[in-house]
């Protein structure tokens, strides 16, 4: 099914910015809703954001107002912008989809890429 490589992550300093990318293959990337999560060691993957076929986006009560979710359909690629990054963002950030929206809201996958991982610190 749908294939993905994340990339963007790295160590940025509290209130810094960062753009994670998320390129697909394997499937038609416009019937595809795609959604990014994160987790840390001990915990559940967390659903950060998601964007629609239609490019309309949802955002956890955590990242709402500081992150942006975005597609690029002429790369398949979905990006998240992260802006006023705080400590608690760190985290291993995945990306992935599925042709109906309410399975990415899930986050119920069978596979999972390699993550980016994201360090926020003084």
């Known amino acids: 099914q749908v294939q993905v490589v994340e990339s963007g992550g790295g160590m940025v300093q509290p209130g810094g910015s960062l753009r994670l990318s998320c390129t697909t293959s394997?499937?038609?990337?416009?019937?595809?809703?795609m959604g990014w999560w994160r987790q840390t060691p001990g915990k559940r993957r967390e659903h950060v954001a998601l964007?629609?076929?239609?490019?309309?986006?949802n955002y956890s009560d955590s990242v709402r107002g500081r992150f942006l979710i975005s597609r690029d359909s002429a790369k398949n690629t979905v990006y998240l912008q992260m802006n006023s990054l705080k400590p608690e963002d760190t985290a291993v950030y995945f990306c992935?989809?599925?042709?109906?929206?309410?399975?990415?809201?899930?986050?119920?996958?069978?596979?999972w890429g390699q993550g980016t991982e994201v360090t926020v610190s003084s």
């Open positions: 992935n989809g599925d042709r109906d929206v309410r399975a990415v809201i899930q986050g119920a996958f069978r596979t």
């Open positions: 394997g499937i038609e990337f416009s019937r595809y809703a």
């Open positions: 964007i629609t076929q239609n490019s309309t986006p």
